[in-house]
Structure formats: C-alpha cells, structure tokens
C-alpha cells in the first residue's frame, strides 16, 4: 500500500491554458474524490467516482472542469481555460465503499495560474 | 446545508499546556464527525470517526469527544511535533435531504512552543 498519488506535486500555467491532473488511488478502495483547497480554508469537495462512474458533482465545478476516471483506476482532473481564481491545491483521495474510517488524502497538486 | 465551525482560528502553545480544540457543526441527521489532521503542503490525514454523542476516541495526546452540537479535540501535554491544522468534516445522512460527501472546516492551526 503506497497510498494516493498525486502528479504534478506543483504546475503553473499561464490564464487560458488546459491543466490536466492526474490521481491513483489505493488500490482496493472504490471510491475516489477531488477536493480544492485555498490557503485558510477547509477542502472543498469537487467531485467523486464510485469506480468509474462519477456520482456526485459539487455546484463549484463549472463547465471549464471535467473528470474522469476509467476503468475504476486512476482519476484525471482537467481543467480548461483557467483563471487566476483556479489557483489552489487540488487534493485527490480514496477510501472503501462507505467512507467510515476516513479518506486516505494524496499530497495534493499545488496549481498557479499567472 | 451542512455547516461546520472550528475555533479558533490559531492557537500557540507552549510545550506540554494542555488545551482543547472546537469544531461545532449544524447537520441534518448526523452519519459521522472526522477529525484530520494536516501539514503544510500536504494532505490531511485521517484522525477518528465519532458517530454519536458521548463517543470519545483516543491516539496518543489526542482524544476527541463528541456532542449533539459540537466536538472537542482535546490535545494533553503536547509537543513540537503535534504543530499542524486540525481540521473537522461532518457527514450527514442522504435519507435526511443531505449527502454523504462529508462537509469540512477550515480549521484550526496549532502551533507548539519547545
């Protein structure tokens, strides 16, 4: 068990270009999540798959972010067209089916958008 | 819409001056109360799960105790090394109009003193 992976670990782009993100998970837990964190502030949830189907998407995922998770594995995060208010921390994590004992969070990808 | 409030915002200690940690939480049906703990630049990484009022959870220094309104993170004789944010998330049931997707603080920084 290596935990969650998160790659890049840092990315800065400029406005108007695509990022993509990429996450994997441990193994044996089916469910993953994306949250965005800002300095100060608590994660916010994005999204998050039961396997491969993605199941619930927060009122804060605009049109510009898609998510993607095929064959139950590894989960990509896409964001189009940023803007400089994208600028945060994008944590990925997984857990078992019922999320009692906690998520397993990644080290996150730190995004900059100038 | 779940709400959850932690307080403070910053605490200092010096080492080994016991305090307490308050996350107070609005929910409708309660299905779990996280505790996590994180390091800057890193992901939060799971603490305990309470379920219901009068549980308590204990790993080392730590122990955390739950209400119907609130919990507290109690921190005895603490050390450098427990310097970190603490963060609460609180879960409430789907069968009572909220979602499983668990709603998170922002947090409290606690800094220990040698």
């Known amino acids: 068990d290596t935990g969650v992976s998160q790659d890049p670990r840092h990315k800065i782009t400029k406005r108007g270009q695509n990022v993509t993100f990429r996450c994997d998970p441990i193994s044996e837990h089916n469910r993953l999540y994306w949250y965005r964190q800002t300095l100060g502030q608590g994660p916010e949830f994005l999204t998050y798959f039961q396997n491969e189907a993605q199941l619930e998407k927060s009122r804060l995922l605009s049109d510009r972010f898609s998510a993607e998770r095929p064959k139950g594995s590894f989960s990509t995060l896409e964001i189009q067209r940023t803007e400089q208010g994208d600028s945060a921390m994008y944590l990925c994590?997984?857990?078992?089916?019922?999320?009692?004992?906690?998520?397993?969070f990644g080290s996150g990808t730190r995004l900059t958008v100038v | 819409e779940d709400q959850v409030t932690q307080s403070p915002e910053a605490l200092r200690l010096q080492e080994g001056e016991s305090s307490s940690l308050n996350c107070s939480y609005t929910?409708?049906?309660?299905?779990?109360l996280f505790w996590y703990r994180q390091d800057p630049g890193k992901g939060p990484e799971f603490l305990f799960t309470?379920?219901?009022a009068g549980e308590e959870k204990e790993k080392e220094r730590l122990k955390a105790t739950l209400t119907k309104k609130e919990s507290f993170l109690h921190i005895t004789a603490p050390k450098p090394e427990d310097s970190a944010t603490y963060l609460c998330a609180v879960r409430s049931g789907a069968t009572s109009g909220g979602s499983y997707i668990p709603t998170f603080g922002r947090g409290t920084s606690l800094i220990v003193h040698p």
């Open positions: 929910v409708s049906g309660l299905r779990g």
């Open positions: 994590a997984s857990s078992r089916m019922t999320g009692n004992y906690g998520y397993t």
């Open positions: 309470l379920y219901s």
